[in-house]
């Protein structure tokens, strides 16, 4: 039985309870938020993790992408990016893994990380054709629901499906006048298979095949979004938002079966789009939870896009996205190394919490309030404990020490809280 349709009974699962209590909301709002469909908890039966809540009311959720590559695999390393992922605040890894180990990848981070875990199980799909006969469009329907089936054994709990991509929005797509095309490597997957075999993707065309195995397994759906925009060029075009017409309508089929879903969106998007974006969504989508990549707000910057990405998803985020997939500085370049992974989790952080202190969220202003305390009486150690990233800051304090304990080497005895606090 599915975490949806437990609520929908009125049954309050182990999950739920530690949701509620960890988001500090009443259990009874927690329910009809998954009972709705507007809240999910990504919670595979056949996995013990801990769980969390995406979706409305709830605070804002980041995801760390780790995986390896055909250029470079190791196994201990993804391992340990996902570990520091979760270390500094992510709240879900998604392997993304095409390199020729793809599967012992996943199934030692599956064993190791104690929070949700998401895949794209057509990379396993198109990565076993193109070993067996050459190339991704050499995949048929077995490979794909192959990958998915053992996928959801092994204790998955969310995994992005592009059935989105359609005969039909391909050939939008193809007469549109998009700069960048396809940037989504399983929407690219699965536009090459429709064009090559001249049939319709099989992951849409068996959607109900599909909501089987996911409500056995109670895996959330992360429809994905196969044709997000590449660059601001593109960004809220046709395709984009047809695909997402055809997403919201698969999100009601997943509601009725009583299985999980979410959607994913852009992307690169200007930051005067952004709100609109997380409008639309809502609105096609009956305002099941909104997965965004980034947004990335201008394409300018290259190595820095885990800034760019924080702008956009402060900014999604208190316009109504609920989970933020972090970008690193490698993004566009290369696979991302420990530091990077760092990096883009911490930008996400900050993104996260300024929207959901925008938004009010209780959680979120008492971490603000502790700050503000340990700031105004000189609690360097409660600064450092209460930081996103506590190390950097003490490094600093300690690359400049000074002689008296309530200063900084910044102002010294000139500091405004020492002149003008009561003695």
């Known amino acids: 039985m599915t975490q949806m349709e437990n609520a929908r009974k009125g049954r309050i699962t182990a999950e739920m309870d530690y949701v509620a209590r960890k988001e500090n909301i009443d259990i009874q709002k927690l329910i009809k938020g998954v009972a709705s469909g507007k809240i999910v908890i990504p919670k595979n039966i056949n996995r013990e993790s801990s769980p969390c809540g995406i979706g409305k009311?709830?605070?804002t959720k980041i995801n760390a992408n780790v995986g390896s590559s055909s250029q470079k695999e190791d196994i201990d390393l993804e391992v340990e990016k996902a570990l520091l992922a979760v270390q500094y605040g992510a709240h879900a890894v998604m392997d993304l893994s095409t390199g020729p180990a793809l599967n012992e990848v996943r199934k030692k981070i599956l064993e190791v990380i104690d929070v949700p875990i998401g895949t794209v199980p057509i990379y396993e799909a198109g990565v076993a054709a193109r070993s067996r006969d050459g190339s991704v469009i050499d995949m048929d329907e077995d490979d794909m629901f192959r990958a998915i089936e053992n996928q959801a054994r092994e204790g998955v709990d969310f995994m992005t499906i592009h059935s989105g991509i359609t005969m039909d929005t391909v050939e939008k797509l193809k007469n549109s006048n998009r700069l960048m095309g396809i940037v989504s490597r399983g929407g690219a997957f699965l536009a090459a298979w429709i064009m090559h075999n001249q049939q319709e993707n099989p992951l849409?065309?068996?959607?109900?095949?599909l909501l089987e195995i996911a409500y056995e397994h109670d895996v959330t759906l992360s429809l994905g979004d196969g044709l997000r925009p590449g660059c601001l060029q593109d960004a809220s075009d046709i395709p984009q938002i047809q695909e997402l017409i055809v997403l919201g309508g698969l999100v009601e089929e997943g509601r009725k079966?009583?299985?999980q879903c979410m959607v994913e969106g852009p992307g690169h998007v200007p930051l005067d789009q952004i709100s609109a974006n997380m409008k639309i969504q809502k609105t096609i989508c009956k305002e099941a939870p909104f997965y965004v990549l980034g947004p990335i707000v201008t394409d300018m910057a290259p190595g820095y896009d885990h800034i760019t990405s924080a702008i956009g998803g402060a900014w999604a985020a208190f316009s109504g996205a609920d989970f933020l997939c972090y970008v690193t500085p490698a993004e566009h370049?290369?696979?991302?190394?420990?530091?990077d992974v760092k990096e883009g989790v911490i930008a996400s952080k900050i993104a996260a919490q300024s929207a959901d202190v925008a938004l009010g969220l209780k959680n979120a202003w008492e971490d603000e309030i502790k700050m503000a305390n340990a700031r105004r009486n000189f609690d360097w150690e409660g600064q450092f404990e209460l930081a996103f990233d506590g190390e950097k800051p003490r490094n600093y304090r300690q690359s400049c020490p000074v002689e008296e304990e309530d200063m900084c080497s910044m102002c010294g005895e000139y500091c405004a809280l020492r002149l003008v606090r009561e003695d």
């Open 204 to 209: 849409y065309k068996n959607y109900e095949y």
């Open 333 to 339: 370049m290369a696979i991302p190394g420990l530091e």
């Open 57 to 59: 009311g709830l605070s």
């Open 257 to 259: 079966v009583d299985v």
